[in-house]
């Protein structure tokens, strides 16, 4: 019988995983024969099968794994700062009426906003380099976790408060062992926004104003008419940040597994 059970779950398990990927294996197959046939030019499509032999050259050379690191850098120094400012901001926001009413405008107006616009604004105070770029994945970042961290100490309730009042919790043992754990899963779905705009931030910045990075390179192969090297940056692109959400969701189960079990 528990071998009966295994073999379903197996097979349940590779029923998913290849339903999870037909949208992509689709969109390949439709890719390599497109390109194969010549229905499109190849110095605007390359075939599929040539960018990927082309990826192993371009790492060993390092024009991949250099830039890459250099954008994840930019984006996770941005992704940090903006997690430091914007948890602090929101649960101030939650805990002070005064904050929120001066911070909740601030908030709304600029969830909404272009922040890639600012691009030239940072350049001009903070020149080509880290600096400019990491500060603007900051400003795109902060915002979920802003009413991540308001709506997760929103949501605990008075009753806990004052259990926790009534037993002698101090200002700081009470945040840390009763709001931050109850506001953890809202941080978690604030974290697993914020990481795509992080990275997309990242890679913007770097097309439209250089200074290294996997975007500043993208757009260098494309001035160079490097089309199988354009496709091959986009694709290592789309790569890093599948698996940066595959890697959070792993470590969000096992986060919250007292949450969601």
Same mark, same amino acid.
């Given at each position: 019988?528990?071998?009966?059970?295994?073999?379903? $779950?197996? $097979?349940?398990?590779?029923?998913?995983?290849?339903?999870?990927?037909?949208?992509?294996?689709?969109?390949?197959?439709?890719?390599?024969?497109?390109?194969?046939?010549?229905?499109?030019?190849?110095?605007?499509?390359?075939?599929?099968?040539?960018?990927?032999?082309?990826?192993?050259?371009?790492?060993?050379?390092?024009?991949?794994?250099?830039?890459?690191?250099?954008?994840?850098?930019?984006?996770?120094?941005?992704?940090?700062?903006?997690?430091?400012?914007?948890?602090?901001?929101?649960?101030?926001?939650?805990?002070?009426?005064?904050?929120?009413?001066?911070?909740?405008?601030?908030?709304?107006?600029? %969830?909404?906003?272009?922040?890639?616009?600012?691009?030239?604004?940072?350049?001009? $105070?903070?020149?080509?380099?880290?600096?400019?770029?990491?500060?603007?994945?900051? !400003?795109?970042?902060?915002?979920?976790?802003?009413?991540?961290?308001?709506?997760?100490?929103?949501?605990?309730?008075?009753?806990?408060?004052?259990?926790?009042?009534?037993?002698?919790?101090?200002?700081?043992?009470? %945040?840390?062992?009763?709001?931050?754990?109850?506001?953890?899963?809202?941080?978690?779905?604030?974290?697993?926004?914020?990481?795509?705009?992080? !990275?997309?931030?990242?890679?913007?910045?770097?097309?439209?104003?250089?200074?290294?990075?996997?975007?500043?390179?993208?757009?260098?192969?494309?001035?160079? %008419?490097?089309?199988?090297?354009?496709?091959?940056?986009?694709?290592?692109?789309?790569?890093?940040?599948?698996?940066?959400?595959?890697?959070?969701?792993?470590?969000?189960?096992?986060?919250?597994?007292?949450?969601?079990?």
């Amino acid at each position: 019988m528990s071998d009966r059970s295994g073999e379903n $779950w197996t $097979w349940r398990r590779l029923v998913h995983g290849t339903a999870a990927l037909y949208p992509l294996i689709l969109v390949a197959l439709v890719w390599e024969v497109t390109a194969q046939l010549g229905l499109i030019r190849s110095i605007f499509l390359p075939r599929l099968s040539t960018v990927i032999e082309l990826i192993p050259s371009l790492t060993v050379n390092g024009e991949l794994i250099g830039p890459l690191l250099i954008s994840l850098y930019r984006a996770g120094a941005g992704l940090l700062l903006a997690l430091i400012v914007g948890v602090s901001l929101g649960f101030l926001m939650a805990r002070n009426r005064a904050v929120r009413f001066l911070l909740e405008p601030l908030v709304s107006f600029g %969830f909404s906003s272009p922040k890639i616009a600012f691009l030239p604004i940072f350049i001009l $105070w903070f020149g080509i380099d880290h600096i400019s770029k990491i500060l603007l994945v900051a !400003l795109t970042s902060v915002f979920p976790f802003i009413v991540s961290a308001y709506d997760g100490a929103r949501n605990v309730t008075v009753n806990q408060l004052w259990a926790a009042r009534a037993m002698g919790t101090s200002d700081l043992a009470l %945040f840390r062992r009763v709001v931050l754990p109850a506001s953890l899963p809202s941080l978690m779905s604030g974290l697993r926004v914020a990481i795509p705009y992080a !990275l997309m931030t990242a890679f913007t910045a770097e097309m439209i104003a250089g200074g290294g990075g996997l975007g500043g390179s993208l757009v260098l192969a494309q001035r160079y %008419f490097e089309t199988p090297t354009v496709y091959a940056d986009i694709l290592i692109m789309l790569g890093a940040g599948y698996l940066l959400d595959i890697a959070f969701m792993w470590t969000r189960r096992r986060v919250l597994r007292w949450h969601e079990g």
